[in-house]
């Protein structure tokens, strides 16, 4: 059950959820409930992509409304995401709405909307999962250390090269080729996600050996055969799993992005 404060509470509460960047956002609080909460948005700059609001802004007020939602939100992680925009969503105001669909004691499923002057604009379907924090640090070394341990340990392909990591972030560089093309001259889909997973996948073995459980990830913009940055970032991490944000950076622009749950080997 939800616990309801003041309204200025809960959306510090709310903001906290959106991270610093979104931190920012003009909201407010049109219903609140234990199943169901409204919230207003205003689409303005610099939240904007031209005219319209970013994907990835939308995403994030869907995202942190649903972990609202729980009253163990800073506790909980969104285990699987169904997301779909249809319409571009203008300046002006626009409202999210989430509700609860089913609610359990570990594992809760949401669904979510957006819409802008009575029209339905972005939906998503959420399972929101309670994580209890088991977070074990690891002596992963100095970066230096890790970056050297990477390229000996392993075989990297796609033409691509770590130049940075920490215990909460790694970031490389990407190279693409022109037969990671599609027909059309963009990289092909199949291959951002690869190269992606590729990253966070070698990044989450300086904590252990691991695998790729899941992955789920948007597509922004084409990306082409120019130099690319990839920027892994951990979510959530314990004895069992590795949950890390990863995203491609071309032009300047985030192009694709994806959250991967990485296993522990425990054999």
Not at 170 to 188: F, L, R, S, T, V
Request: with cysteine; hydrophobic share 40%; charged share 20%.
């Amino acid at each position: 059950m939800v616990v309801l404060n003041t309204e200025h509470e809960d959306l510090e509460r709310f903001r906290a959820l959106l991270g610093d960047f979104l931190s920012q956002l003009k909201v407010e609080f049109l219903e609140v409930s234990e199943d169901e909460l409204s919230i207003g948005w205003m689409v303005e700059e610099p939240f904007l992509e031209g005219e319209v609001a970013h994907p990835m802004v939308v995403q994030a007020i869907v995202h942190a409304a649903a972990r609202f939602l729980r009253e163990d939100a800073p506790q909980s992680q969104l285990d699987n995401v169904e997301f779909f925009q249809g319409e571009a969503i203008g300046r002006g105001q626009a409202i999210c709405t989430v509700s609860m669909v089913k609610k359990g004691a570990t594992v809760s499923h949401l669904q979510g909307f957006i819409t802008q002057e009575g029209k339905v604009k972005a939906h998503g379907l959420y399972t929101v999962q309670r994580k209890d924090p088991l977070y074990i640090p690891v002596p992963i070394g100095t970066e230096e250390e890790v970056l050297d341990r990477i390229h000996q340990s392993h075989n990297i392909q796609y033409g691509l090269d770590f130049v940075s990591v920490s215990q909460e972030e790694a970031k490389a560089i990407w190279h693409p080729k022109e037969e990671d093309c599609n027909p059309y001259g963009i990289i092909h889909g199949g291959v951002s996600y690869t190269v992606c997973d590729t990253i966070t996948g070698v990044y989450a073995t300086i904590f252990g050996k691991s695998v790729t459980r899941n992955g789920s990830a948007y597509y922004f913009r084409p990306m082409f055969v120019e130099e690319a940055e990839i920027n892994a970032k951990v979510i959530y991490r314990d004895n069992q799993i590795c949950r890390i944000e990863g995203t491609i950076v071309q032009r300047g622009k985030v192009c694709f992005q994806a959250l991967y749950t990485m296993s522990y080997l425990t054999h």
